[in-house]
């Protein structure tokens, strides 16, 4: 898979918010009712993440959908 700069950068919001949250991977999938192996693609920018995904992480860590995407803008 080629390397996608927004995905990238998706990724690593997810992963400052939830280090910040001092959330682990499997807590943030919990919280979120996703997988942990997804939330890993997630921060590695594997994972062309569907809205409600984005709204699922939104909710679990506390931020509006907006806040995760800030960094893409």
Known sequence: MTENP???KFGEQV???RILRDFSQ?????RAGLHRNY?????????NIALLNILRLA????VS???L?????
């Open 65 to 67: 959908p907006s806040e």
């Open 39 to 47: 939330i890993g693609g997630i921060e590695r920018g594997e994972r």
């Open 15 to 17: 992963r400052r918010l």
């Open 59 to 62: 909710k679990a860590l506390g």
């Open 69 to 73: 995407l800030k960094e893409i803008e």
């Open 26 to 30: 499997e807590k943030l999938a919990e």
């Open 6 to 8: 927004e995905l990238k």
